[in-house]
């Protein structure tokens, strides 16, 4: 049964940074893509940024373009996010997602498990 759990996820200033971390249990790194989403109150749930082992690639959002990186942690089977120079609007529940295959990664339906979430509040 695989299992996603985040952490990292605290009250910073805008201009600050944080690195989320997400744990992967009972799956090992194949044909498959990871990614970050989040969802702020009274919104829908929006991409953050994927990364696809196989082909070495990188996806963000426009919106995070140059801030955010995503990375792949060997070590624990999982992804990091290192978010810089934080907004307000960043704040928002950041969840981890898994998928697999040749799927869009941009798109919510293409994960197959998800994490629980983790709360970013930037505050201005």
């Known amino acids: 049964q695989v299992q996603l759990v985040e952490s990292g996820g605290e009250l910073v200033q805008a201009g600050g940074s944080l690195r989320l971390s997400c744990v992967a249990s009972g799956h090992a790194f194949n044909d498959d893509f990871m990614g970050w989403f989040r969802q702020a109150p009274g919104k829908e749930r929006e991409f953050v940024a994927a990364?696809?082992?196989?082909?070495?690639?990188?996806y963000y959002a426009e919106s995070v373009e140059g801030r955010f990186t995503i990375s792949r942690d060997n070590a624990r089977s999982g992804v990091f996010l290192q978010m810089n120079s934080l907004r307000p609007e960043d704040t928002a529940v950041y969840y981890c997602?898994?998928?697999?295959?040749?799927?869009?990664?941009?798109?919510?339906?293409?994960?197959?498990?998800w994490g629980q979430g983790t709360q970013v509040t930037v505050s201005s």
């Open positions: 997602a898994l998928g697999y295959g040749l799927r869009n990664v941009r798109v919510a339906t293409s994960y197959d498990y």
């Open positions: 990364i696809r082992w196989s082909f070495r690639s990188t």
